[in-house]
């Protein structure tokens, strides 16, 4: 059993090693109605096996998708509206604004399908999802926030089972499902990444779990910060006549407050 762990973590990180995470952040996860989110579309390479937020260089836009999706189910397309905030052509970042109209959780998605070549071609297919609630007032927010569990169809894709966002605080346990091609997607390393911590090499039982039979991994940070939720999937036998093999990765990012809300409904 232990040499059958070792041989999937190893095939893991191989799959990891050979492709780029995106991921999208927002400055805030709660906001008052009519206020503005700033959301950044970030490219990493991934340090520690694809296990940090370390930058490396940017994302094309050519083949990608972001939008915002209001409690309502209305879609918004922010590619048109963002603004490259690096220095060099590949340096930095997308950023964005979004003013908010509409009290509610609202769910930010990114998707990117292309070829990339670091040596042989390989088709990488990302998706990226974030959560923020808007609320009339911000010392009364309800804790009731629908929506979050949305499946947007990626090929790879997070699907939050518990509310990202409220409540969300250290001790509060978030649980998510891996999905592949709609399908619960089994024995699947998951990573909840910190900003401010580093893991451990290989397999660290600190901030990563295994997907049981639905799919399910659940995490509980104990501190507040920044988590940047990964998982990847590799499928050799995809091939294609400008590609020898296809990379997956999602990710969820996740903002944890110091203190979890205990606002009144």
Known sequence: MRLSLTLLLCSWFCAAASAHDTWVETNT?????????YIDLKLGNHGNSHRDFKLAS????????LD?????GEIFDLTPLLVDVGYAPNEG?????FATTRPGLHMIAHSRDGV???GRPVRSIKSGKTCFVVSDKLDSVS??????????GHPLELVPVTNPVTPM??????????????????SVPVSFIPRRDSLNPEFDDRYERMTDAAGHVSFTPRTGDQYLVVAHHHAPDEAGPDYETTSYSAT????????CPCCSE
């Open 252 to 259: 969820l990012t996740v903002f944890v407050p110091e203190i």
């Open 58 to 65: 940017k994302i094309r836009l050519d083949g990608s998708t």
């Open 29 to 37: 996860n709660l906001v008052r109605t009519g206020d503005a989110v």
């Open 143 to 152: 804790m009731h926030n629908p929506g979050f569990d949305t499946v947007f």
């Open 68 to 72: 915002v999706r209001s409690p309502d």
């Open 169 to 186: 605080g250290p001790g509060q346990e978030l649980t998510v499902r891996l999905l592949f091609k709609g399908q619960p997607l089994t």
């Open 116 to 118: 990339v070549n670091h």
């Open 93 to 97: 970042y997308w950023t964005g604004k």
